[in-house]
């Protein structure tokens, strides 16, 4: 799966989602529900480093297959939201 940069992609894309619905769905609600503030500052630097590693592989994903600019697009907009990088994996492997 690391061999290949569209499969680099896919792991760090599946990475970066489930840091994302964990800071979402579990870090956030210990935040200010329960006062426990270490849980956003733990996994939202974890969240931030997928982030960067999932758009330094869109953009080499991007350069070796000669992506056009709205799928550079749409793979960044697919890290913003909560379940996009899902979906935009579901789509990269349709196409393998």
Same mark, same amino acid.
């Given at each position: 799966? =690391?061999?290949t940069p569209i499969g680099?992609?896919?792991a760090v894309g599946?990475?970066?989602g489930i840091s994302f619905l964990v800071l979402l769905g579990i870090a956030m609600p210990l935040?200010? =529900?329960f006062h426990y503030?270490?849980?956003v500052t733990i996994v939202g630097a974890l969240h931030g480093l997928f982030f960067v590693l999932y758009l330094i592989a869109v953009v080499h994903a991007a350069s070796v297959h000669r992506w056009s600019f709205l799928r550079v697009l749409g793979a960044f907009v697919a890290s913003l939201l909560p379940f996009g990088p899902f979906v935009f994996d579901?789509?990269?492997?349709?196409?393998?």
């Open positions: 799966m =690391f061999h680099r992609l896919r599946y990475a970066e935040k200010y =529900f503030p270490l849980a579901t789509r990269l492997r349709r196409e393998q």
